[in-house]
Each structure stands twice: as C-alpha cells, then as structure tokens.
C-alpha cells in the first residue's frame, strides 16, 4: 500500500468536506432573510415556515413560479391557532379574512405585529381623519390608540368598543369613577358620557360636544329663561357656566349642586362684589357676624327670595321688592316678603295680632309703611343678618347717609332712637 503524503490528506479533506456542504438543504431564511430581522415573530413563523405554508410540488426556487402555497384560506388559515369570531359585531376586515390588511404574518417592529404604527396609521387607511382633527383632542386618539377603547376584530357593543359605555371611560377616568357611587347620579351621565362628551376630539374645553350653558339647553331649557330674563346670574355665562354650581356627574345634594347650597353661594358671595351699577354686600360676612339670622336662610337657603340663575327682577329676587328707600304702600310692591309675611303689617292701621311691634293697637308696621311715600323694609331690617332681635339694622340710610339706628327690646315693647326721630318707646 502507498503512503500518502501530507499534501494528499489535506486534498482529500477539502473535497470531501466540499461535497457534504453541497448535499447539505437550505432552509427558507437563508433566501428570504427579510423575514426574521424583525424585533418580534410571529410565533409559526419562527417555529417552522411549514406551518402556514405547503409545498406545491414545483420546482423552487425559479423565477416567477411559486413552489408553496397556504395550508388554507384566509382566515382559515389563521383560526388554526387563533379563535374564531363569536361576537355580535365583526369588523369588516376581520369579517372577510383581511388579516393582512393590519398585521404581518411574519414579524414586526410593533406591538401585534401590525405592519404600521401607531394604530391609527392602519385605521385612517378605511376611517376619517376629521375625528382626531379639532382643537381638544382624547389622549388616546391624539396618541392614535385607537384599540384603547376599539377592539379591532370583533365586539358586542356599538362602535366596535371594548365594553359599553361609561363602563369603559371609568376604566381610565378613576376619579370620575367614584362619583357613581354618589346619592344622585345625571341620567346623561348614567346613560353614555358621549351624551356630553365627544370621544375623539373636538373644540371645546373638557372634550364637550357643545359650549355651556348650550349643552345643558339641550335637555334643561335654560336658554329661552335666560333669553327673556332682564337679570341673569353672571355665572352662567362665564367659562364655566352651569358647571359653576351644578355636577355634570353625580351629587350628594339636590339638583346636582357641588356643595350645600348656602355653602355653595356662600363660596362667591363672601366678599363684596362690584358690578357696573351696583356694589353686593359680603352676605358671608353679614351672617358671620350676626346674631340673629333671617330664618328662611337657616330653613331653606338662599333660594327661596333669589332665583339661581334669571329673574325679572333686581339681586335676581324671586318677587316685587322696592330697590329705592321709598315706594307706594301697595302690598304688591312687597311681594317678596308678603310671601311669607302677613299683608296685616301694611294694610291694617290698628290690630292686636298683626304684629308685635305696636302701642297698644296701634299697628307701626303701618305708621313706618303707609301712603306714596312708605318705607322700604330694608331701611330698618338687615334682610340676611343682624346683631339685634327681629333682624333690626346697626345703622339706618338717609339718602347717602348712614346713621345710627338704637333700637331696644322689652319685655312688653322697646324704643328706637333713630337720626329720624328721637328717642320714643312703645309699650304693647
């Protein structure tokens, strides 16, 4: 036997190494490499390309001849791993196998592996662009999340959404959320929040459909009070309108008011407040300091002698009362107070029971309150609060004056001592 060299061993290494690499089969990524550089795979796709694909039989590779064909037809082909649609609502796409309008069957840079982000790129391809457009846009929408609500293949609900609403705006909106649990609850609120709300975008501040006070007139009417109104409440028109006093949501107290109602106008009104004709009283200020309180403000609040939001009268007064020192003695010039007051205190001159304050019979009431000239009742009472009995003022107007008012209670009567008259008393 020949020995052989160092140089044929080397040569007859090479050759056969050469023909076991040639015998050797590619596999599909070394052509199509495109397939598996993505930064997730779909998972038969990185497991073995024979999951979803068939040899047909014909020579591969070759130009302009496919040598594989689907295991099945869309979405056939997908339900073999993914479930089928089950729900009331499919989406169209999803509904007639277009699954690969949105996703790839391979592998993707984004989440899903849908071919394009973020979503809303795939979704405008079918939908209108409009609904993202406006001024105040739905964080989700502005971020193009548009699964965040949508569920992309199939639902029960409108709108292809996740869940109805507000069950799903509470998902998100936690602190809205604890306002359901609250005494009273807005029917529009309990309803669907897209009642008031647009879900996309839209001009208004807090997403809202429409402007306030508009939006509220769409159920409440407000509008043609407003309209036909000589006085309307200021904050009704400001920025945020209804929303000033009311809940769009859910309250604890009546008519959806954000807090206790005197609290509530006390919020505002504890201060003075000027306006372009008349200066308003600090009424927080007023009850703060006095002693006695007038008892329909204790009892039922502020509304029973103001309107909330119009009246065709001035201070948004709930009836006639005289805005000047002086006004005929006519009840229905009064009629704010003789809404709980006995009209007896002006029509009747003497009287045992129409009034405390009287010598003997004789009704004073009607001495003060009689004739063209006849006093207003706010030129001796505070009608909010005073530190004397019976709401009886510190002080007593004479034009632009303001002088001191004495006024003394007895047992069986009192005295006044007054710039408009000097010390009397009465006895009754």
């Not at 979803?52 to 302009?64: D, V």
């Not at 308003?280 to 703060?288: A, R």
């Not at 009836?319 to 003789?338: D, H, I, M, R």
């Not at 009689?370 to 006093?375: D, L, M, P, Y």
Request: net charge negative.
């Amino acid at each position: 036997m020949k020995k052989r060299t160092i140089t044929q061993f080397i040569l007859f290494f090479f050759l056969s190494s050469t023909a076991v690499a040639q015998t050797e089969e590619k596999s599909c990524t070394d052509c199509h490499t495109t397939y598996i550089e993505y930064k997730t795979l779909h998972a038969p796709a990185e497991d073995d390309c024979e999951n979803c694909h068939n040899a047909n039989g014909k020579e591969h590779p070759q130009e302009n001849v496919k040598g594989f064909e689907l295991g099945e037809k869309m979405p056939d082909l997908c339900f073999m791993c993914h479930d089928e649609y089950s729900k009331k609502n499919i989406h169209p796409p999803a509904e007639e196998g277009e699954c690969l309008m949105c996703h790839s069957p391979h592998g993707s840079n984004n989440k899903a592996l849908l071919i394009s982000a973020p979503q809303s790129t795939l979704c405008f391809e079918c939908h209108d662009t409009d609904i993202t457009e406006k001024r105040v846009k739905h964080q989700p929408a502005a971020d193009g999340n548009c699964a965040s609500c949508h569920d992309p293949h199939q639902s029960d609900n409108s709108y292809m959404l996740k869940k109805e609403k507000p069950a799903l705006c509470l998902d998100c909106h936690t602190s809205v959320q604890m306002e359901t649990k609250l005494k009273n609850i807005h029917p529009p609120f309990d309803d669907d929040c897209a009642n008031c709300h647009a879900p996309h975008s839209t001009e208004e501040d807090n997403l809202l459909i429409e402007k306030l006070p508009v939006l509220c007139d769409n159920c409440h009417d407000i509008q043609s009070t407003l309209t036909n109104a000589k006085v309307v409440h200021k904050v009704i028109n400001d920025e945020k309108g209804c929303a000033n006093c009311h809940s769009a949501h859910a309250s604890n107290q009546r008519m959806f008011l954000i807090d206790e109602e005197k609290k509530l106008c006390l919020s505002c009104h504890s201060k003075t407040i000027k306006t372009e004709t008349k200066t308003l009283s600090n009424i927080g200020q007023l009850l703060k300091k006095g002693n006695f309180i007038h008892g329909v403000i204790e009892d039922d609040g502020c509304v029973v002698c103001h309107a909330p939001h119009a009246s065709n009268e001035h201070l948004l007064l709930n009836g006639v009362f005289p805005e000047g020192q002086y006004t005929s003695a006519k009840v229905e010039n009064f009629e704010l107070c003789f809404n709980c007051h006995d009209t007896e205190l002006l029509e009747t001159a003497t009287s045992s029971t129409a009034t405390n304050f009287r010598n003997g019979d004789q009704n004073l009431h009607y001495l003060h309150m009689n004739g063209e000239k006849a006093r207003n009742c706010n030129l001796c009472h505070n009608v909010h609060g005073a530190p004397s009995e019976h709401l009886i003022s510190s002080s007593i107007r004479f034009g632009d004056w303001e002088m001191p008012l004495l006024f003394k209670v007895e047992k069986n009567g009192g005295s006044c001592n007054t710039g408009c008259h000097a010390n009397k008393e009465y006895i009754r």
